[in-house]
Nanobody, 122 residues
């Protein structure tokens, strides 16, 4: 069974950091582009970042550029999203997804995780 599992979410104060992980089971991630997405209550899903299968190409939404860093360790079959200088508006459920196109458009992704909650609040 092909599965993506996100972890690392939680409650953090504004200005704090979290590192999200996206681990795969049932398949290897090294042939896939990976995207991170988020959805806040009452809002549409937003593409946050994406990374190519090799890790050589990355892209970020303007809202997180300079604060978030995406990376991958294909040997561990895991992709990471390092989130620094977190703001209350970063509060959302964060999802990772696997696909063949390096894009922050969710429609291009084939496999999705269940999500992990990130709450930024004092």
């Amino acid at each position: 069974q092909l599965q993506l599992v996100e972890s690392g979410g939680g409650l953090v104060q504004p200005g704090g950091s979290l590192r999200l992980s996206c681990a795969a089971s049932g398949f290897t991630l090294d042939g896939y582009a990976i995207g991170w997405f988020r959805q806040a209550p009452g809002k549409e899903r937003e593409g946050v970042s994406c990374i190519s299968s090799s890790g050589g190409s990355t892209n970020y939404a303007d809202s997180v550029k300079g604060r978030f860093t995406i990376s991958r360790d294909n040997a561990k079959n895991t992709v990471y999203l390092q989130m620094d200088s977190l703001k209350p508006e970063d509060t959302a459920i964060y999802y990772c997804a696997a696909g063949v196109v390096v894009t922050t458009i969710g429609d291009f992704y084939d496999y999705w995780g269940q999500g992990t909650q990130v709450t930024v609040s004092s």
